[in-house]
């Protein structure tokens, strides 16, 4: 299974950019990377999902290097709301057999007034 | 609407008191699996099953029991509980055969505390 690194935490006022890196060096070349948010006493909710290059939907984006060793949730425009923990997955298709997606400790996302 | 129901929310119960955690989705998923989360660990990966019949170890299995005997249901038991698995679980489902999306739903949790 790949690991994953995330910092523990990290803090920001409203109205910034806030990027998360998780670094995986042994990815696999089947794995995808995924991004999920937790608030207190919830379970997760997904975020965005990528395999290369860029992703965008109407909350974050996320990139990927060519080597996709690392990738970065980027929250555009932070608001209070947005506290919370944020994981960074990375997993292969359930139907091949391999072990699914599996989570680490997280990255705690406070935002400031 | 769709959905992941686990029930009960919140037990108290005593060491060595048999308990089961009911899970239910009704989304046709295939993939189904069970996390616990404590402080400072994380979510941790129980058991998970890949489809009717067919289930599988996580990280953290013992003193755990699953069984999937339908589709939509997929209860975590407890044979023996102890003060250790005093704990936040969470039951979460996502499609699978074939069809890999990444996203995963989750339940509002249930928290067990064992005295």
């Known amino acids: 299974l790949a690991k994953t690194t995330q910092p523990i935490s990290m803090d920001s006022y409203e109205g910034q950019e806030v990027n998360i890196t998780c670094s995986h060096n042994?990815?696999?070349?089947?794995?995808?990377i995924t991004w999920y948010q937790q608030f207190p006493s919830q379970g997760p909710r997904f975020i965005i999902q990528?395999?290369?290059t860029k992703v965008t939907n109407e909350v974050a984006s996320l990139f990927i290097p060519a080597d996709r060793k690392s990738s970065t949730l980027s929250l555009p425009r932070v608001s209070l709301s947005d506290t919370a923990v944020y994981y960074c997955?990375?997993?292969?298709?359930?139907?091949?057999?391999?072990?699914?997606?599996?989570f680490g400790k997280g990255t705690r996302l406070s935002v400031i007034a | 609407e769709a959905q992941v129901t686990q029930n009960p929310r919140y037990l108290i119960t005593v060491t060595g008191k048999k308990l089961t955690v009911t899970c239910s989705q009704n989304?046709?998923?295939?993939?189904m699996s069970w996390y616990r989360q404590d402080p400072g660990l994380g979510l941790r990966q129980i058991y998970y099953?890949?489809?009717?019949?067919?289930?599988d170890k996580g990280d953290v299995p013992e003193g755990y029991k699953v069984s999937r005997k339908e589709k939509r249901n997929f209860p975590l038991i407890l044979e023996s509980p102890s003060p250790n698995q005093t704990s936040l679980y969470f039951c979460?489902?996502?499609?699978?055969?074939?069809?890999?999306?990444?996203?995963?739903?989750f339940g509002e949790g249930s928290r067990l505390t064992v005295l």
């Open positions: 979460a489902s996502g499609p699978g055969q074939g069809v890999f999306t990444g996203e995963l739903f």
């Open positions: 989304m046709n998923h295939e993939y």
């Open positions: 997955l990375v997993g292969g298709p359930y139907a091949s057999g391999n072990t699914p997606l599996v």
């Open positions: 990528g395999y290369k």
């Open positions: 042994n990815i696999a070349t089947n794995d995808y």
């Open positions: 099953s890949m489809n009717v019949e067919v289930t």
